[in-house]
T-cell receptor, first 113, second 111 residues
Framework: DAGVIQSPRHEVTEMGQEVTLRCKPI?????LFWYRQTMMRGLELLIY????????DSGMPEDRFSAKMPNASFSTLKIQPSEPRDSAVYFC???????????FGPGTRLLVL | DAKTTQPPSMDCAEGRAANLPCNHS???????VYWYRQIHSQGPQYIIH???NNETNEMASLIITEDRKSSTLILPHATLRDTAVYYC????????????FGTGTRLTIIP
């Protein structure tokens, strides 16, 4: 298996623009997690899905952030409108069940100017 | 999740065993100890987890004290590629699926 795939790997955008981050989990995994990592706040869980259903989105910082999982092999994290403080590395992870080993993708480095 | 305390940084000579401590004095009976690491510019990587028995896999060994208030991750023969931030997490296996990552220990392997 190729592991968790994220795209794009790097994104530079201007404040106010819409940003869409994409994730393909490992085939057969039924949990998908979105994390954000910054120097100030470390690694934070934003939202996670079980069988394509959002279970806990309490970590989503604002209404500007939204996440979807239309099918078992694809998820998006959207920021609209983006702000400079959204600059961070965004990781997607998947796991087979519950808190079993979470496999992380390579991350998307987002820079909002 | 129980709070965990780790030293902010450690050095280890290449080829020696790296022993990373973690304190989790408030751990409850159903909480497991998980270890992940994050190599620079990569996503976190699962290493090992355990409940109360010592565990070993191809990457590391996990030693949990009998009272479960602390644990040690052992990398038996550290290499330069083991330089990373190591996170210790105490959390129940079911129910809340979240893993809460703290600040971890930055391990530097010295040539």
């Amino acid at each position: 298996d190729a592991g968790v795939i994220q795209s794009p790997r790097h994104e530079v955008t201007e404040m106010g623009q819409e940003v869409t981050l994409r994730c393909k989990p490992i085939s057969g995994h039924d949990y998908l997690f979105w994390y954000r990592q910054t120097m100030m706040r470390g690694l934070e869980l934003l939202i996670y899905f079980n069988n394509n259903v959002p279970i806990d989105d309490s970590g989503m910082p604002e209404d500007r952030f939204s996440a979807k999982m239309p099918n078992a092999s694809f998820s998006t994290l959207k920021i609209q409108p983006s702000e400079p403080r959204d600059s961070a590395v965004y990781f997607c992870a998947s796991s087979l069940r519950k808190k079993e080993t979470q496999y992380f993708g390579p991350g998307t480095r987002l820079l909002v100017l | 999740d129980a709070k965990t305390t780790q030293p902010p940084s450690m050095d280890c000579a290449e080829g020696r065993a790296a022993n990373l401590p973690c304190n989790h004095s408030t751990i409850s009976g159903n909480e497991y100890v998980y270890w992940y690491r994050q190599i620079h510019s990569q996503g976190p990587q699962y290493i090992i987890h355990g409940l109360k028995n010592n565990e070993t896999n191809e990457m590391a060994s996990l030693i949990i004290t009998e009272d479960r208030k602390s644990s040690t991750l052992i990398l038996p023969h550290a290499t330069l590629r083991d330089t990373a931030v190591y996170y210790c997490i105490a959390t129940p296996p079911f129910g809340n699926e979240k893993l809460t990552f703290g600040t971890g220990t930055r391990l530097t392997i010295i040539p």
